[in-house]
């Protein structure tokens, strides 16, 4: 069987990759990236192309089974400019099934895949725990605080290795075609926890110090955060839906293994916080 990952370098793609070696090690699998430089284990073959440049795209589907899709293009997760381009050069090149990873951008490339003759599972994590790096990992090294609004809010956060547990199981078995799939962590964490965990894990005391949602809004202006990423995050955060703060058992009924904790995540990951 051969697999086309797309996002292969990023968070969610790279755990794909890894958690598809894991339960299929005869699999071939082929990594999407728009660098021909990109870092891949040395046994997953690179096919540079660009999802936002469908001409791009043609050798990347050629006899590929099953995908796995990321929906946008770009570092601010824009929409796909010609997701049906996408879909019909996957449907010419055969590809029976594929996962579709949501976020931002969810809509048009999700809709074109379920008209089309490609079995599609959808792909719905709820927070990741490796946002704890992108958000926390540079304060917390540089003075041992974190500096957040909505101090109160809930969270049942997901690992990366899960989501790629997940999608690996679904592309390699199918079994799921129509399913929207809410993917959680195994328990719903208040940011004081969230905090505890990570302090326990690096062996130093980390403060919490919550902002008012101006506040948090003239921090992320000055680090360079686009107006509508502000948005999506202020609404993200102080108005999580049921679905980010509600723990679900799919990685288990999936992977047949339990979902990962945040302190098993924080275990792994001390270094990127020292
Ligand atoms: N962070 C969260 O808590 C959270 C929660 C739920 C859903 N999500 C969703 O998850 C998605 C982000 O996933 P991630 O964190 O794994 O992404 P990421 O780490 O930011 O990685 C981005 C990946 O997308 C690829 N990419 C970007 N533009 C491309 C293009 N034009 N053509 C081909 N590949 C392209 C990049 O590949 P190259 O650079 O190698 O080309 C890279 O592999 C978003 O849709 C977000 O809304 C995030």
Known sequence: MRILITGATGNVG???????????P??????????????????????????????????????????????????????????????ALAEQAGVRRCTVL??????????LLEASSIETTHLR???????AIMWWAEPIKAEGAIREPFGDRLSAMVHPSDIGAVAAKVLLDGGHDGRSLVITGPEVLTMQEKVRVLSEAIGREIEF????VEEAHAKWRGEGMPEGVIAFL????????????????????????????FAEWAAEHVEAFR
């Open 26 to 87: 005869d699999a071939e699998l082929r990594a999407l990236s728009r660098n021909p430089e990109a870092a891949l284990p040395a046994d997953v073959e690179l096919a540079v192309g660009d999802l936002a440049a469908p001409e791009t795209l043609a050798d990347a589907f050629k006899g590929v089974d099953a995908v796995h899709f990321i929906n946008f293009a770009g570092e601010q997760y824009g929409a796909l400019p010609d997701p049906a381009a996408v879909v």
């Open 234 to 261: 202020t609404e993200a955060l102080g108005n999580t839906p049921d679905e980010g703060k509600t723990v679900v058992n799919t990685v288990e009924e999936v992977t047949g293994r339990p979902a990962r904790s």
């Open 209 to 212: 110090v919550e902002l008012t």
């Open 14 to 24: 790279r755990n794909v990759v890894e958690q598809l070696r894991e339960f299929a």
């Open 125 to 131: 994590p709820v927070e990741f725990m490796s946002n």
């Open 102 to 111: 949501g976020g931002v951008a969810s809509g048009p490339l999700e809709r």
